[in-house]
């Protein structure tokens, strides 16, 4: 089965600097790149047929509240506008979350450690970097922090202050997973302390991953998402049935790690298995595949 490359969103991570491209170790062939790499950047995809990509920041500074994330000065605010002046074709989706710029690590505002994560103050923040993005003209803003009421939240302050037309991508069944492994070298993401289960979902639990989706069709998503996606195609098949919304899937940093590191020895296996894992998750009935083999496959179907 082919391929349509308009279910494709490509993942870029954005660092200040000038003519910075740094691969990943742990990623082959995924780079963090400054802003006027960044436009190079889409130049290739818009020349690949690729018009949707998910922004990410590595920022230069961290603090234990994370303020910086909705910053004038943001990476991916000011990526966004690049962006979206130079390439008004291409959809741009930023990622709103707080774990690349907290000291700690974690996805949400931390008052008292013992406490975790305070849920007022984080829907704040969350909002704040929502609008800061759909003021630089994001076309979705993507919450990914699995705070509880983040849709709706996010979605009474971009009303409010007049960005009715900016969509929201919800991370919404994000299952606390082994697979982001490789994500957080590359985000400098990894938390400090403690681990990510207390708001990210217990991978064993079905019900609360369709409970969830359904809260964020209910507060507003636009689209919404299962995470990872190939140990989750049951869960992508089932909120394909339950739901006639749209849906997307991300197909995770180590699910790539994994298919780069096995292609070592086997190079010429490499577009048969990228192929084969797409399509299982566009048979299982996901509407868009969060990739970073999405540029391989592209060459690939161009050619
Ligand atoms: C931030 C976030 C993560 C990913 C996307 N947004 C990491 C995490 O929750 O630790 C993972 C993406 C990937 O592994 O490719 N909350």
């Known amino acids: 089965m082919a391929i349509n490359l308009n279910k494709l969103i490509y993942p870029l991570f954005v660092k200040k600097g000038r003519y910075l491209r740094e ?34 920041g590595v920022p230069d500074k961290k603090d234990w509240q994370g303020k910086s994330s909705y910053a004038d000065k943001n990476i991916v605010a000011e990526s966004i506008k690049l962006l979206k002046k130079s390439f008004p074709g291409i959809t741009v989706i930023a990622d709103v979350c707080l774990c690349a710029y907290t000291s700690h690590g974690h996805c949400g505002v931390i008052k008292d450690k013992k406490k975790g994560i305070d849920s007022r103050l984080t829907l704040n923040a969350l909002s704040r970097i929502a609008l800061s993005y759909a003021a630089r003209g994001a076309d979705y803003v993507a919450p990914s922090a699995m705070a509880k009421g983040q849709v709706r939240a996010i979605r009474k302050a ?30 400098k993401s990894s938390p400090r302390f403690g681990d990510r289960r207390a708001y990210q979902l217990d991978y064993t639990d079905r019900k609360t991953a369709l409970q969830r989706i359904e809260d964020d069709i209910k507060q507003g998503a636009d689209i919404v998402m299962v995470k990872p996606a190939l140990g989750y195609l049951d869960i992508i098949k089932e909120a394909r049935r339950k739901f006639k919304w749209p849906l997307a899937a991300y197909n995770v940093s180590g699910e790539y790690a994994m298919v780069k590191n096995g292609a070592k020895n086997h190079a010429w296996l490499e577009k048969d298995i990228v192929f084969e894992i797409i399509n299982s998750i566009n048979r299982a009935g996901a509407d ?14 161009n050619n």
């Not at 790499?37 to 018009?51: F, P, V």
């Not at 007049?162 to 070298?185: C, E, H, M, Q």
């Not at 868009?288 to 179907?301: E, G, L, N």
């Open 23 to 56: 691969e990943i170790l742990s990623m082959p062939g995924v780079y963090r790149v400054s802003p006027d790499m960044l436009l190079d950047e889409a130049l290739s995809l818009q020349r690949l047929g690729i018009r949707q990509v998910l922004l990410f």
């Open 158 to 187: 971009l009303d409010k202050n007049g960005f009715r037309k900016t969509k929201i991508l919800g991370y919404s069944a994000k299952f606390a997973s082994s697979f982001y492994g490789p994500f957080r070298d590359i985000a």
């Open 288 to 301: 868009f595949i969060i990739t970073y083999h999405a540029k391989d496959i592209a060459k690939w179907v």
